[in-house]
C-alpha cells in the first residue's frame, strides 16, 4: 500500500500563488503517471493536471491551462503543482494521485489510478 503525502495548501487571495507537493511516505518504483484533481463543496472530483513520468509529459483541464505547471522530481518520485493567478473557483480540497499501471499514463479519469493522498484545502478569496 502507497501512501501519498501532499502538503503546500493554504488561503490566498484572488490573483496569488500556492505550489503543492506530493510524493510517497516511503520509496517506491516511478509510476506511469502523477496527477491532480480538486473537489470543491458540492460537487464532483474534478481532473487538474497529469504528468507522463517517463515523457515528463503534461496535459491539463482547460480551467487551468496556462496558469497551472505540474512537474516532477524522479529522484524523490514526487510531484508538484505550482498554481498562477488563482481564482476563487479555484477554491477546492486538491488530492494527489498515482498510477503504476499503463491505463493512468496521461490520462484525466480518476478510476485509472491507483493511489491516492488525503487531500489539501486551497482556499482562494475574492
Known amino acids: 500500500q502507497v501512501q501519498l503525502v501532499e502538503s503546500g495548501g493554504g488561503l490566498v487571495q484572488a490573483g496569488g500563488s500556492l505550489r503543492l507537493s506530493c510524493a510517497p511516505s516511503?520509496?517506491?518504483?516511478?509510476?506511469?503517471?502523477m496527477a491532480w484533481f480538486r473537489q470543491a463543496p458540492g460537487k464532483e472530483r474534478e481532473f487538474v493536471a497529469t504528468?507522463?513520468?517517463?515523457?515528463?509529459?503534461?496535459y491539463y483541464a482547460d480551467s487551468v491551462k496556462g496558469r497551472f505547471t505540474i512537474s516532477r522530481d524522479n529522484a524523490k518520485i514526487a510531484v508538484y503543482l505550482q498554481m498562477n493567478s488563482l481564482k476563487p473557483e479555484d477554491t477546492a480540497v486538491y488530492y494527489c494521485?498515482?498510477?503504476?499501471?499503463?491505463?493512468?499514463?496521461?490520462?484525466?479519469?480518476?478510476?485509472?489510478?491507483?493511489?491516492w493522498g488525503q487531500g489539501t484545502q486551497v482556499t482562494v478569496s475574492s
Open positions: 494521485a498515482a498510477g503504476w499501471s499503463a491505463r493512468a499514463f496521461g490520462s484525466p479519469v480518476a478510476k485509472n489510478y491507483d493511489y
Open positions: 516511503e520509496r517506491t518504483v516511478s509510476p506511469y503517471a
Open positions: 504528468i507522463k513520468w517517463s515523457l515528463h509529459s503534461p
